[in-house]
């Protein structure tokens, strides 16, 4: 029964992301207008206009579907980062152990304590805005998750007989991560990678809420920016500032889906 | 002392103690003994005697705080390297543990030969696994599809790949009903006296290491008793 | 047989098998009898179908496993129970201690609660008379120390340690069948002692044990029931059975101990799903193998010595 239901569960959310994947490629054929094209600004939703235009007469439609690209980039592009980062520096903490252990430890105890939204902030204000300070400002308190747990997952496998075999046998250590330890973290990785993905959309769509995110680049927290600051609400112009709202909670319950359900696939 | 292969020269391992009020207890303390070419040398104790930490030490798992470990006459740095490494191997208790679950069988036996810049040819594998009546339609499968003496015996063929001249056997049986013992207890004889291979039986059992043990070293509390005096 | 006691338990011809990409048969045409006050141990390789047999007769399987044949507790048909009847009798009447000593208890509970617990549920005991209780209990394991320890928690302890403790929660309640799986498995020789000690002390239980460790049958059980490959081969009052043993499978075992040499036939026993599996089970091993052991040999009953072999027909 569980088992279907996680499957269940898990298959949802690779539809949902195989949906907006699907979307952020093909971008350029499916969106009617260039979302940067002037036109007539607060347009209802119409035929020619699905979702209305915004203040500057942009198609908010087109808008959404480039920001797919944009949330989707930057979601999975941190998310790479916080887990090579986390599940390198786990692997090292877990298989030496000791001194380095310690450190490692330590380091991740310290960025846990940060508190990380100030921390993002007062980076992106250093740093010249753009996609890629972003992504950094998202990833460098994110890794500590991933780090903590895959830690203590790396140093159990170590403790177990096929690790110290193959260490009594003279396999290189490289290779002992990579080939025997690195695999058997596959569905926790998979996991702590989907979550990863949604946490840094969140915190994309919140920075840039803000008005602290991709300036020039529609993202979903982009449109939700102006939506708000041009007052929409008090406008009762739903179309525009629901669709984002909408499409980041899906998108985040896709990752998550897969996340929390992709583990329980096995037995 | 060219008739000693392996030997322990006051090993010592503490450990944080889990206890209140200790910060460490002694594991292993001040161990010494000395392993000749072609014997069964046991090591006799209860759980938690320390046995397998020495064992560990013995074979280059666990850095020792004090003491050393000598191959034929030379001392070992910690890690383990070059010859010393593929002469000196292991056998654990917990066959099901004792291979990468994601790997099968086959890839797992390839590795040693991989390491000892052989080719993994099928009549190779099959050759190591039929003595210890396994089939080549065991190669394809994963540890969970095997049980617990085939595991065993598949481990121990994984070893012998290294032609080893030490094999550290850490309670190889106990997991094991009575009759894979014996036939795994008469493997490891014949292999013996066919090679000349010394072995570090640890165990627990009494009765079992009078069979197997020439000689038997009794621990307790991470002291050897009955040292053999020199 | 003595006329007071009554039997507690029946099993008849119960089989276990589990159906999917790859069938197989882990328990066939099993009967046994347990009568109040039995020590009956089940002893058997690692694969027999031991630990099966015994989750199978609690209903403790998944759904996956497909079981026939009946299990009588008392006049109980445990088969046709609701789930509420049986939970009714599984801890209070009938208690299990489960194999391995990792996840039998609950990591955040002290285990003086833990061994206690049962007390409360099920025989109403307050809380301070049943940790005192507990720790009692946890004395006659010698787990040393009992006081402190009970107010510990598990990862505390040793693997022995936690596998003992598991036997004091499982006896708590005075339960009067008591299961357990392989409660020795990984213990040294002072602690499997120490095992037995405690189940020899237990008083108006009945005991049910799988096990592999030949010398901890021998002490504990009054009855033992040896399996192969998924069958009774032979069962027979422990010492008995240890003197003369009939079946060649159970001869061949007691060779192999090390107290008497490690003697052994070569050969293993068949997997689950070999196609060749008529007749007996041992046949292929076995030196006074016949064409009559084509053919599976039913139980023959050699006075109060049962045993599944053609020779003593």
């Known amino acids: ?267 | 002392m060219s008739d000693v292969i392996l030997e322990a020269r006051g090993l010592t391992k503490r450990f944080r103690s889990r206890e209140e009020g200790r910060r460490y207890f002694t594991a292993v303390d001040g161990a010494s003994l000395s392993l000749h070419p072609g014997e069964t040398l046991g090591l006799l104790g209860e759980s938690g005697s320390g046995k397998s930490t020495l064992g560990q030490m013995l074979v280059g798992l666990i850095r020792p705080d004090e003491g050393s470990v000598l191959y034929r006459g030379e001392t070992l740095p910690f890690p383990f390297r070059g010859l010393p490494r593929q002469k000196i191997q292991i056998l654990f208790q917990h066959p099901e543990v004792s291979f990468n679950p994601q790997l099968t069988l086959r890839q797992s036996l390839s590795e040693p030969f991989r390491l000892r810049k052989q080719l993994a040819t099928d009549e190779a594998l099959t050759a190591c696994i039929a003595r210890f009546g396994l089939y080549p339609e065991h190669l394809e499968r994963r540890p969970s599809a095997l049980s617990g003496g085939e595991l065993q015996r598949a481990a121990l063929a994984r070893v012998l790949v290294m032609e080893p001249e030490v094999i550290l056997l850490d309670e190889p049986t106990s997991m094991l009903d009575v009759i894979t013992q014996a036939q795994i207890v008469d493997f490891l004889r014949r292999y013996q006296e066919e090679t000349g291979t010394s072995y570090i039986f640890i165990t627990h059992s009494t009765s079992l290491a009078e069979q197997v043990c020439r000689r038997i070293v009794r621990v307790k509390e991470g002291k050897l008793l009955d040292s053999e005096k020199e | 047989m003595d006329e007071t006691r009554q039997i507690l338990l029946r099993v008849e011809d119960l089989s276990v098998s589990f159906e999917g990409k790859n069938f197989v048969q882990a328990v066939e045409h099993v009967s046994l009898e347990v009568f109040t006050g039995d020590r009956l141990c089940i002893i058997g390789e690692t694969g027999s179908g031991k630990s099966i047999l015994l989750l199978a007769i609690l209903r403790l399987l998944s759904p996956t496993a497909r079981v026939t044949g009946s299990v009588r507790y008392r006049d109980q048909d445990l088969f046709r129970l609701t789930e509420k009847q049986l939970d009714a009798i599984r801890g209070s009447r009938i208690s299990y201690v489960p194999q391995g000593s990792g996840n039998g208890m609950n990591p955040l509970l002290r285990v003086g609660f833990q061994v206690a617990e049962p007390l409360i549920a099920h025989r109403g005991m307050k809380r301070k008379p049943a940790e005192a209780r507990a720790v009692e209990l946890l004395r006659r394991f010698h787990l040393g120390r009992e006081e402190t320890i009970a107010r510990q928690y598990p990862f505390t302890y040793s693997g022995g340690m936690r596998q003992r403790a598991l036997i004091a929660m499982g006896i708590s309640a005075g339960a009067e069948l008591l299961f357990a799986d392989e409660p020795t498995k990984g213990l040294d020789e002072t602690r499997v002692l120490l095992t037995a000690e405690a189940f020899n002390a237990l008083e108006g239980q009945t005991l049910v044990c799988v096990t592999h460790d030949l010398n901890f049958a021998r002490r504990v059980s009054s009855r033992v029931c040896v399996m192969y490959a998924a069958n009774q081969v032979e069962a027979a009052p422990t010492e008995e059975l240890f003197r003369k043993p009939l079946h060649p499978y159970t001869r061949d075992m007691l060779a192999a101990m090390p107290e008497n040499g490690l003697r052994f036939r070569p050969g293993y026993a068949p997997a689950h799903n070999d196609a060749d599996t008529a007749g007996c089970k041992y046949r292929l091993r076995c030196d006074r193998c016949s064409e009559k052991c084509r053919q599976t040999p039913p139980m023959f009953d050699v006075g109060g010595h049962q045993v599944r072999c053609w020779q003593y027909e």
């Open chain 1, 1 to 267: 029964m569980t088992k279907l239901k996680s499957n269940k569960a898990m298959l949802a959310g690779l539809v949902i992301i195989a949906f907006f994947v699907l979307v952020a490629c093909l971008a350029d054929l499916l969106s009617p207008y260039d979302p940067s094209a002037l036109g007539v600004a607060y347009q209802k939703p119409s035929a020619e206009h699905l979702l209305g235009t915004n203040d500057l007469g942009q198609d908010i439609f087109s808008e959404m579907i480039y920001g797919v690209r944009v949330s989707l980039f930057l979601g999975i592009f941190s998310a790479l980062i916080v887990t090579f980062v986390g599940s390198t520096l786990a692997l090292i903490a877990g298989y030496y152990g000791g001194a380095a252990d310690r450190i490692i430890c330590a380091l991740t105890d310290i960025a846990m304590a940060v508190p990380s939204l100030p921390l993002t902030l007062l980076l992106i204000a250093y740093l010249k805005s753009g996609v890629f300070s972003l992504v950094l400002a998202i990833s460098i308190t994110a890794w500590t998750g991933t780090a903590r747990i895959l830690r203590s997952r790396v140093r159990q496998i170590c403790q177990l007989p096929y690790i110290k075999i193959e260490k009594t046998l003279g396999v290189k250590t490289p290779v002992i991560l990579f080939r025997h330890v690195l695999p058997n973290l596959k569905d926790i990785l998979l996991t702590r990678m989907a979550l990863s993905v949604s946490g840094a959309m969140m915190t994309e769509s919140g920075l840039s809420f803000l008005g602290l995110g991709t300036y020039g680049q529609k993202s979903w927290g982009n449109i939700l920016h102006f939506a708000f600051f041009r007052n929409s609400i008090l406008r009762g112009q739903v179309w525009w500032y629901l669709p984002p709202i909408i499409c980041i909670c899906v998108a985040v319950m896709g990752f998550m889906l897969v996340g929390y359900y992709g583990q329980q696939k096995k037995d």
